[in-house]
């Protein structure tokens, strides 16, 4: 099993700093809530107002290191939400050269290349602490002075990418008014990353009242989704019309909520970019067909530090700092979420084929190019094998065969990859990990009697020289309205931001995209998608089939692995509820 070691950058796009936006603790922002009376800040226009910082739950420290979250303590004096709450616990600088990849793929002229570079350069991130559990709260519908309480609004709850390793809900690209002026309240959370959030171990499974460990951050999900339930309504949010989005590991997140029974009824609706966890297959202790188990990542992590056969006291006892620094790339693979019986009773894949989820619309997908980002730090074309080589057909063939007995052969003549593996193995890097995830959710989803709504994203940057393509994260800015126009941005950017803020917003607060004259979006019916583009020459609108063939192919990797799982865990059941590809 290979995890690409760049795939948890994709979130961080480009952070360029905010440009002139003037922010200041607002009186007409003073609200009671039940924690406290709190001030939040204006914006530029004075009608959204953001609440900064807010904590959801208790510092995770001490004791609360490795355990489930408890809520934040209760305040009297009035709370100052004005800065945004640390960055959790994550690696300092794994850029490598990926951040150059990025600028410079977008095309543009040397001189906006350096800018760019110096600004990004120039920022300092916010603190980086064990202490991070806030989220914040963007919204325009507090009630002027002395009028009633309006009605309340659907709210949308961002979960941040980074490959449960880094990233952090303040990131600038999350932070802006497009969505709240649409008729949302906006919510970004932080949850405990790598180490911190998703360690297993069975020293620590001993001082857990349910007898497990890890999946960390999925129970800071959680409980800022029950802080949601109980205090959005103060800031004019609907607790009873919540839509949970994320891009990347945000979407893995978005799944690992729908198949964890700790969440239900927190959530009503299921927006997913760019990902989904029903590749992620490990096991708190033992084999999980290929995965790293949860406890064998957390002797190794012990090992590390030195402590052979520790107790959690003494695991409690290591500086953040030192924990985070001696982490390694093999040991982040194991940091995801794993099967313990409690928070997830079955990995995400099989819940979703036996229907042991929280059921809810969905709207998922993907972008066209989303291994040109990775691919040149990790060149697999599969997700399922680590070794395969650029060769002749009959050797990619034998190579393939070992996760694709059926598909392999088509698979290399799809893909082209006898005669040009980087580009086809880029291609197919992108549809392995995103499009067969996506849209395998997506149908369960139906498949269990809800609505699924899939989208293909194809828009490239306007440059002719631009070579990224629809690159991972890159739909981010135009769902937020946060665009950097540096970049290059055309007037088919502009509309199609416009679209698909109007889509996710619709989605939001009915369950379906569709309305306001927008182009219609059929439901997936296990076909169709809207396909979402700009630059291309083509037009945004309902397609069938998209990538189909490569999509039927790809999926028996997935299936077998499914299989495989499914078998180990119920050696005695009669059939495996995995079903082949429609």
């Known amino acids: 099993m290979t995890y690409f070691k760049t795939i948890f950058l994709g979130a961080s796009l480009i952070a360029l700093a905010a440009c002139g936006t003037k922010e200041k603790l607002a009186n007409e922002a003073i609200i009671t809530t039940p924690q406290g009376p709190v001030q939040g800040i204006s914006t530029e226009d004075d009608t959204i107002y953001n609440f900064k910082g807010l904590p959801f739950a208790a510092p995770p420290v ?81 009630p002027a002075e002395g009028q009633e309480n309006k009605p309340p609004q659907p709210v949308m709850v961002w979960i941040h990418g980074g490959g449960h390793q880094f990233g952090a809900g303040d990131f600038n690209y999350y932070q802006n008014n497009a969505l709240p002026k649409k008729g949302v309240v906006l919510v970004t959370i932080n949850y405990r990353l790598g180490a911190m959030g998703y360690m297993a171990h069975p020293a620590l499974s001993e001082t857990d009242p349910n007898g497990v460990s890890g999946n960390y951050g999925t129970q800071d999900q959680i409980a800022a989704l029950k802080w949601v339930k109980d205090n959005i309504s103060a800031y004019g949010g609907d607790p009873n019309n919540v839509t ?60 590390a530090l030195g402590l052979t056969s520790p107790t959690a006291q003494e695991l409690r006892a290591v500086p953040a700092q030192k924990l985070q620094d001696i982490v390694t790339e093999e040991m982040s693979e194991g940091f995801h979420h794993i099967r313990d019986g409690y928070v997830f009773p079955e990995n995400v894949g099989l819940a979703f084929a036996k229907g042991k989820y929280n059921k809810v619309p969905m709207l998922f997908g993907y972008n066209a190019d989303e291994g040109t980002l990775f691919f040149p730090n990790d060149p697999q074309p599969t997700v399922w094998l680590s070794d395969v080589m650029p060769g002749d057909k009959a050797a990619l063939t034998a190579k393939l065969s070992e996760a694709y007995p059926e598909n392999a052969a088509s698979l290399v003549d799809i893909y082209n990859l006898d005669t040009d593996f980087t580009a086809g193995g880029t291609q197919m890097m992108g549809d392995d990990i995103f499009g067969v995830n996506v849209r395998y959710v997506a149908r369960q989803n139906e498949a269990h009697g809800e609505n699924s709504f899939l989208y293909f994203f194809s828009r490239v940057p306007p440059s002719e020289k631009q070579t990224l393509g629809a690159f ?91 299989k495989a799982l499914d078998a180990s865990q119920n050696p005695t059941a009669a059939a495996s509820a995995i079903a082949a590809p429609q």
Request: charged share 20%; aromatic share 10%; proline share 5%.
């Open 472 to 562: 991972h994260a890159a739909e981010i800015p135009f769902v937020f309205g946060s665009y950097e126009p540096i970049l290059g941005q055309s007037e088919g950017d502009e509309a199609l931001a416009e679209l698909m803020q109007n889509y996710w917003v619709n989605f939001a607060k009915n369950g379906n995209p569709n309305g306001d004259s927008l182009p219609g979006w059929p439901q997936h019916k296990g076909e169709n998608w809207m396909h979402l583009t700009a630059n291309t020459g083509g037009a945004s609108e309902a397609q069938t089939a998209i990538r189909r063939n490569k999509l039927d192919s790809l999926e028996e990797g997935l299936a077998l692995k499914l």
């Open 62 to 142: 001490g004791d609360l290191r490795w355990a489930a979250p408890i809520p934040a303590a209760k305040w009297t004096e009035t709370y100052a939400a004005d800065t945004f709450g640390n960055r959790c616990m994550q690696p300092g600088n794994v850029e490598g050269g990926f951040m150059d990849r990025l600028i410079e793929g977008h095309g543009l002229s040397g001189f906006k290349t350096f800018l760019i570079k110096r600004a990004i350069a120039a920022q300092k991130p916010t603190p980086m602490s064990e202490d991070c559990l806030y989220l914040n709260v963007r919204t325009g519908n507090l």
């Open 244 to 303: 949970i989005f994320g891009e990347s590991a945000g979407s893995w997140s978005v799944t690992e909520l729908m198949a964890s029974p700790l969440a239900k009824g927190l959530f009503h609706k299921a927006i997913g970019e760019s990902g989904s966890s029903s590749y992620h297959m490990g096991q708190m202790d033992g084999e999980g067909v290929g995965w790293p188990s949860g406890y064998a990542t957390g002797v190794k992590v012990a090992d």
